[in-house]
C-alpha cells in the first residue's frame, strides 16, 4: 500500500519568513493534494498536481510535484499567522482506488507575530 | 457554490448506541468518500460511494456502513459504538473523472461516553 511522509513533523516560525514542508512517497503518485486544516474541523484545500514537474500557486503558498512524481513540497512566502493550521499531503493511488486518498501525518505550522 | 454539508457537527452518544452520519456533497459531484480522524491513527480512509454504489471500503469493521441515495447525499452509520470510535468524521465530494479535486466537509464531531 502507498505510505506518505511528511518533514517536518512540526515547524515554528517567524512571521515573514518562508518554510517548506516536503511529502514523499513510497510509489508514485497519480494524483498529490495539499491540505490546511484547523484543530478539528475540515479540510481545506489548497492544491492538486498530477503532471511530473507541476507547479501551482495560489497567492503566497506554492506546491511542486518532482518528475519523477514520488516527491511533492509545499512553499510558503512570507509567512503570516493566518497560514498556521496542519498542511496535510494526500495520495491519490490511481486504478481502481477509488476515491480513496493516503494521506501524510501531517505538518503543525506554527506562525509567531 | 455551495460545499459540502455535514450534519450534525457535534454529537455525544454512549457506548452500544448507533450513530447516523450525514454528508451532502457538492452539486454535481456523485462520488463521495468517509474518512476518520483520529490523534493516533491520523485520516483513514472507510468507504465510497458513486452513483448509489459502493466502489471502495477500507480496513474497518463491519459495524462501520454507509449508503448513497440518489441525490448522491450520502449517511454513513455506525452500531454497537465503542469508546474508540471518538473521532472526527469527515466526507469528501469529486467530480467526474479519476483526478479531480477533492473537497472535504467541516466535519462531525462523535464523542463516545
Known amino acids: 500500500s502507498q505510505e506518505l511522509e511528511q518533514s517536518p513533523q512540526s515547524l515554528i516560525v517567524q512571521e515573514g519568513k518562508n518554510l517548506t514542508i516536503n511529502c514523499t512517497s513510497s510509489k508514485t503518485l497519480y494524483g498529490l493534494y495539499w491540505y490546511k486544516q484547523k484543530y478539528g474541523e475540515g479540510l481545506i484545500f489548497l492544491m492538486m498536481l498530477q503532471k511530473g514537474g507541476e507547479e501551482k500557486s495560489h497567492e503566497k503558498i506554492t506546491a511542486k510535484l518532482d518528475e519523477k512524481k514520488q516527491q511533492s513540497s509545499l512553499h510558503i512566502t512570507a509567512s503570516q499567522p493566518s497560514h498556521a493550521g496542519i498542511y496535510l499531503c494526500?495520495?491519490?493511488?490511481?486504478?481502481?482506488?477509488?476515491?480513496?486518498?493516503?494521506f501524510g501525518q501531517g505538518t503543525i505550522l506554527t506562525v509567531h507575530p | 457554490k455551495a460545499g459540502v454539508t455535514q450534519t450534525p457537527r457535534y454529537l455525544i452518544k454512549t457506548r452500544g448506541q448507533q450513530v447516523t452520519l450525514s454528508c451532502s456533497p457538492i452539486s454535481g459531484h456523485r462520488s463521495v468518500s468517509w474518512y476518520q480522524q483520529t490523534p493516533g491513527q491520523g485520516l483513514q480512509f472507510l468507504f465510497e460511494?458513486?452513483?448509489?454504489?459502493?466502489?471502495n471500503k477500507g480496513n474497518f469493521p463491519g459495524r462501520f456502513s454507509g449508503r448513497q441515495f440518489s441525490n448522491s447525499r450520502s449517511e454513513m452509520n455506525v452500531s454497537t459504538l465503542e469508546l474508540g470510535d471518538s473521532a472526527l468524521y469527515l466526507c469528501?465530494?469529486?467530480?467526474?473523472?479519476?483526478?479531480?479535486?477533492?473537497?472535504f466537509g467541516q466535519g462531525t464531531r462523535l464523542t463516545v461516553v
Open positions: 460511494y458513486f452513483s448509489e454504489t459502493q466502489r
Open positions: 494526500g495520495a491519490d493511488a490511481g486504478g481502481t482506488s477509488y476515491g480513496k486518498l493516503t
Open positions: 469528501a465530494s469529486k467530480g467526474m473523472g479519476t483526478n479531480t479535486e477533492a473537497f
